[in-house]
């Protein structure tokens, strides 16, 4: 029976254009382990969105003398451009700034209140004076108090990972240059997670062997420490979801209460807009189904530790029966960072490998390739265009790319444009194509595992399998002599290459569905991704919806049988100059890039 596998993926803030790092700690991990469990035959439903609210909509509006709407619309529009060359399955990819998100998140904010979990309390807030207004706490930076980083934000340290109190940062000062902060009292509501710690340790002290260090040991001493305590949820803002309680006008949902709460809400706007409005509780009530939440380190606590207390605190929402609960993550698989040429990424210094500028000049796979193949999974790693060329032309071309394209450009030739008849294959035949079906066991587990890289080189010391046997089999170099031979031969390799494609079409699924063509199949791998519209009594919005309905891909071994025809192919991947690593270097760091 297939399993019900939810794939939340973070969401990205509508202020600045998504770059290579952000591609690699959550967005591409999560389309790849999305792609590898439709193949198994799972339900899977992979949701995320646009994060339209908070404050760096507004510190960028605000920059640009504009509004924090028109921010939000203009990057929504940019990041589903990019998620759909780039081939991200979202099965929804919405936005925080709907109808039915603004609902579930004020319905979940009263059920957290009623269940007891949120109190008021007056507490002191950076206050502008030049500006007349409270600053949100990414409007104030500082030095941090726990690592004394100099240049922390209100709300959490981007160098030791802490959530901080903005009141507490050593020497504030006002994101927006302005003048002088004074510290003015304000009333707000706290979600309790102090009453909620001894819920939290239970579920972190078990099941959790599958997880990560870097999220699972940080997240138990956050919660076994005593450091969690009450914790603001709400602002003083005028862009964001409306506080649903009489008196409240001119506060917001705080950004990072609310945007979480996007998973479940995307959920069920999925299933609104399919039809079918209870399907989403497949995902969210069933006890079997299981959670994964692609994020990147800074992220962890979020997704670890509060995400998880907001849902133990309102138990269940749209459903009235008592034995169900809402689920809680299964598993976090935070990625560290990814560095570029020897420096951290800087949007605000153009030290980016920017995502629609890079599909400006280069094809989607070898992007997928190479940042699953430096993927930070465990430790940050580094993107550098020498390596990034090294690996486009000695690995994607030479290893695969030159593997399909000799052996079927070979084949069509040779045999009137169909897979040849093999007669009874022979030993070195059966130990490959056993090699490469065991693939799918041993790539398989570690996808499953969301170990992707290892996954990605597994795959592809398979295909040096297949080079290797090429080396040793008759076929090239005796087509006119012993054709049987030949024949057999390329037969094999065939099967095998068809075996590899569905091996490596979570990582590179556009050559993949090509190569899929070439071998004569003409029922696509994977299903139709699309941007439409939606229409709500405030307007419309766009989102990116993935329809499964046509794939016929499976994670199985090739079945490729003699006579089946073959189209013409042409090369998968395109070789590159060694020029270009300096030409992508001279951009990095010069305004307008």
């Not at 969210?284 to 939440?293: C, L, V």
Request: aromatic residues 12%.
């Amino acid at each position: 029976m297939p399993d019900n596998i939810l794939v939340a993926v973070a969401w990205p803030y509508a202020n600045a254009d998504i770059h290579a790092g952000n591609i690699a700690g959550a967005y591409l991990p999560a389309d790849i382990f999305a792609r590898y469990q439709r193949l198994a035959g799972h339900r899977v439903l992979m949701v995320s969105g646009t994060d339209g609210h908070g404050t760096p909509i507004t510190v960028r509006a605000d920059a640009e003398r504009t509004t924090p709407e028109a921010v939000y619309q203009r990057f929504h529009r940019r990041f589903l451009d990019l998620f759909l060359q780039a081939g991200l399955t979202y099965d929804l990819f919405t936005s925080t700034h709907t109808e039915n998100h603004f609902r579930v998140s004020q319905d979940l904010f009263l059920g957290l209140e009623s269940a007891g979990y949120l109190y008021r309390q007056r507490e002191d807030q950076w206050y502008s004076p030049d500006e007349s207004r409270f600053l949100p706490d990414r409007y104030v930076e500082g030095e941090c108090y726990i690592c004394h980083y100099p240049n922390a934000r209100g709300d959490q340290c981007d160098n030791c990972g802490s959530l901080l109190d903005s009141t507490q940062l050593i020497q504030p000062r006002a994101r927006t240059g302005g003048g002088r902060l004074e510290l003015r009292p304000t009333e707000h509501f706290y979600l309790d997670l102090a009453k909620l710690t001894p819920a939290l340790e239970r579920y972190l002290a078990s099941g959790k062997d599958h997880w990560r260090a870097n999220v699972l040991h940080p997240s138990r001493h956050t919660v076994g420490s005593g450091e969690l305590h009450g914790r603001a949820i709400t602002r003083d803002l005028d862009w964001g979801i409306p506080v649903p309680v009489e008196g409240w006008a001119g506060k917001c949902l705080y950004v990072w209460f609310e945007a979480v709460i996007g998973y479940l809400s995307a959920s069920i706007e999925w299933a609104k807009n399919r039809g079918t409005p209870e399907a989403w509780k497949d995902w969210w009530y069933d006890p079997a189904a299981r959670s994964y939440y692609f994020i990147g380190k800074d992220n962890i606590p979020f997704h670890a530790v509060i995400w998880p207390a907001q849902l133990i605190g309102v138990d269940r929402l749209y459903d009235s029966d008592p034995s169900r609960h809402l689920n809680l993550p299964f598993d976090v698989p935070a990625n560290e960072f990814l560095n570029l040429e020897g420096q951290k990424i800087s949007g605000s210094r153009n030290w980016a490998v920017w995502g629609l500028d890079f599909l400006s000049r280069y094809d989607p796979d070898p992007l997928r390739y190479y940042l699953t193949a430096i993927a930070p999974e465990t430790r940050d790693s580094e993107w550098e265009w020498v390596d990034f060329v090294r690996r486009n032309n000695d690995e994607l071309v030479a290893t695969w790319g030159n593997l399909a394209n000799r052996v079927l450009s070979f084949a069509y030739r040779q045999w009137e444009g169909k897979v040849p008849d093999p007669g009874d294959l022979g030993p070195l035949d059966r130990e490959l194509l056993a090699q490469v079906e065991g693939g799918f066991l041993t790539v398989g587990r570690l996808l499953e595992a969301v170990h992707l890289r290892e996954a990605l080189q597994e795959a592809f010391l398979l295909a040096r399998a297949v080079n290797v046997y090429l080396d040793r089999a008759p076929w090239y170099g005796v087509i006119k002599t012993d054709r049987a031979a030949a024949a057999r031969t390329v037969y094999t390799a065939l099967r095998a290459i068809d075996s590899l494609k569905v091996l490596v079409s979570p990582f590179l699924p556009f050559s993949s569905e090509r190569l899929h063509r070439f071998l004569g199949y003409t029922e696509p791998l994977f299903g139709d991704q699309r941007v439409t519209t939606y229409r709500e009594q405030g307007g419309e919005h766009e989102a990116l919806v993935y329809d499964p309905a046509s794939a016929t891909g499976r994670w199985s071994p090739s079945a490729l049988q003699p006579g089946q025809p073959l189209a013409e192919p042409s090369a998968l991947y395109r070789k590159l100059d060694d020029s270009v690593a300096e030409e992508e270097r001279a951009r990095l760091g010069q305004a307008g890039g």
